[in-house]
T-cell receptor
């Protein structure tokens, strides 16, 4: 049980910002939200994580709502290489992957 | 940049044979994982390993499976008496701290059971 809800697929135009939503309404106060992606059949790749503050790194930004029930991963200038399945995961000692969002970047 | 390496990248085996998949985690990492992904399905947790013993395992990880860290670098997954349904990508992962969810994954080993 992944305990998060994501849309199964999204499209975004190259160069635009891709905004990927995730619902985690039952998240507990000390659980972090992690985002990973999987490009084709490669190994999952860590992107970013956060607890309650917004976070930014060289790959993406993470916006977490004040009530922590949802978050949005933002790829500010999507490229074709960002086409992948994106997973929003509540931290546990093990990562539990759901179905994720299949993001397609279109030229 | 340090990375997790897995061998072989692809193995084809006959049903009933034993298979060993090998992983070299990042050198200073202490927590190790195996996941699998059947074609077209989600990534599934198999087992976690720390301090030379299994920390947690899923229902998938039955007596057919075993893990070992035979030396200071390798982390192996053994599948005894393979079945057709064991065909999948197997991913190894490692992390450096207990209280992080940042896992570093290898590129996977594709197992095909005929």
């Amino acid at each position: 049980d992944a305990k998060t809800t994501q849309p199964p697929s999204m499209d975004c135009a190259e160069g635009r910002a891709a905004n990927l939503p995730c619902n985690h309404s039952t998240i507990s106060g000390n659980e972090y939200v992690y985002w990973y992606r999987q490009i084709h059949s490669q190994g999952p790749q860590y992107i970013i994580h956060g607890l309650k503050n917004n976070e930014t790194n060289e790959m993406a930004s993470l916006i977490i709502t004040e009530d922590r029930k949802s978050s949005t991963l933002i790829l500010p200038h999507a490229t074709l290489r960002d086409t992948a399945v994106y997973y929003c995961i509540r931290q546990d000692q093990k990562l539990v992957f759901g179905q994720g969002t299949r993001l397609t970047i279109n030229p | 940049e340090p990375e997790v390496t897995q061998t072989p990248s692809h193995q084809v085996t006959q049903m009933g044979q034993e298979v060993i998949l090998r992983c070299v985690p990042i050198s200073n990492h202490l927590y190790f994982y195996w996941y699998r992904q059947i074609l077209g399905q989600k990534v599934e947790f198999l087992v976690s390993f720390y301090n030379n013993e299994i920390s947690e395992k899923s229902e998938i990880f039955d007596d057919q499976f075993s893990v070992e860290r035979p030396d200071g670098s390798n982390f192996t997954l053994k599948i005894r008496s393979t079945k057709l349904e064991d065909s999948a990508m197997y991913f190894c992962a490692s992390k450096g701290r207990v209280n992080t969810g940042e896992l570093f994954f290898g590129e996977g080993s594709r197992l095909t059971v005929l």
